[in-house]
């Protein structure tokens, strides 16, 4: 039985220390992905690619991401516009590191607060202006890409 294992290790071992990759001669690799990329074959569904383009062109109409914001005022009186910017300013004179926004979506004014990759920072500033803006709610929406910081090397 020892005799066997080892035949069969053995016979294993061996394959894999002969296991070798040879690349025709004609063929150089280089660092350079794009020559690779260029010559590959590719056999696909022809839908597929033209389904990956649409989504390519649908994304590059859509300016933003994913998102959540705080929407702290939503109304459809006659005078809703000059009171969502009343509140767009009370709001910045209380919380000046947040970006707000109104927008008009039929028939209402609303007044949205920050960008927010996640609910759960979006929830943060819920609970933060949960005093001052009882009516406050985290809605999903198109957010702004966010900003890099400079690096500070010094």
Do not use: C
């Not at 002969?18 to 280089?30: D, G, R, Y």
């Amino acid at each position: 039985m020892r005799i066997f294992f080892l035949f069969i290790s053995g016979l294993f071992l061996s394959q894999i220390l002969l296991a070798q990759v040879t690349f025709p001669e004609n063929i150089q690799l280089k660092n350079d992905t794009s020559s690779i990329l260029r010559d590959l074959n590719i056999k696909q569904d022809p839908r597929l690619e033209k389904m990956l383009n649409w989504h390519m062109e649908k994304n590059k109409k859509i300016d933003g991401i994913q998102g959540f914001r705080v929407e702290i005022f939503f109304s459809s009186d006659l005078k809703a516009k000059e009171m969502a910017e009343s509140i767009k300013v009370d709001f910045l004179s209380k919380y000046p590191d947040y970006n707000v926004h109104i927008r008009f979506i039929a028939p209402n004014f609303r007044v949205r607060a920050g960008d927010f990759r996640t609910k759960n920072e979006a929830l943060k500033l819920h609970k933060k202006i949960q005093r001052n803006f009882p009516a406050a709610f985290i809605v999903p929406d198109i957010i702004d890409f966010p900003l890099l910081k400079p690096l500070n090397y010094e």
